[in-house]
């Protein structure tokens, strides 16, 4: 009975050892996003400067542009357009509804049709992450950092900001190697 103690107590040092050998695995603290979001000053037509890839947007090859609205309800309608390589314009229409205080930055965005908005899996987050004090500049992602969009006022944006910008994306753990510039062309 106590060989078997021991050769149980054995075992498991060594398997407590060996795995505090392992390598450990980095801790990514949680995306932070930006502390308010004045959502009219946020209104108005964006346009794509950089992307991470994503499955919803292959069609896209150039000049893509989100355009938001306030709706009546207090949501906020998504137009997002783009060009195809073929030149047609690529279109999607959905909807944003803030999630928490009226100055949160945490929104969810679904671009299913509303008979679906009642199922979770349709609405996605959409966190604004970064924003310049103009709103002139932005970053949006949300808490996987599965995605992320960098988007401007301008079709180009000066060079020092954008850097500025992408220093501030890596600090925040996002893999900014990953991102995609988008064409402006026509």
């Known amino acids: 009975m106590k060989i078997r103690f021991l050769t149980a107590l054995l075992f498991a040092l060594s398997v407590n050892a060996n795995a505090s050998d392992a390598p450990q695995a980095t801790v990514v603290k949680p995306l932070e996003t930006i502390a308010a979001l004045d959502v009219p000053r946020y209104m108005g037509t964006w346009y794509e400067i950089a992307k991470f890839d994503n499955r919803f947007q292959k069609r896209c090859t150039s000049f893509t542009t989100a355009s938001y609205s306030a709706m009546p309800d207090g949501k906020v309608q998504v137009i997002n ?3 195809a390589e073929n030149g047609d314009l690529v279109e999607a229409i959905g909807v944003a509804r803030q999630i928490g205080a009226a100055d949160s930055p945490k929104l969810k965005v679904r671009f299913a049709p509303a ?3 009642f199922l979770p899996m349709v609405w ?4 604004v992450i970064d924003i310049d004090q103009s709103y002139q500049l932005a970053a949006v992602s949300e808490g996987t950092r599965e995605y992320l969009w960098i988007l401007s006022r301008t079709k180009k944006v000066d060079q020092a900001k ?6 501030r994306l890596t ?3 996002l893999d900014v190697s990953k991102l995609v510039l988008t064409r402006q062309d026509y």
């Open 81 to 83: 357009r783009c060009r």
């Open 115 to 117: 008979i679906l908005s």
């Open 124 to 127: 996605g987050d959409y966190w």
């Open 162 to 167: 954008y850097d500025a910008l992408i220093a």
């Open 171 to 173: 600090a925040q753990g």
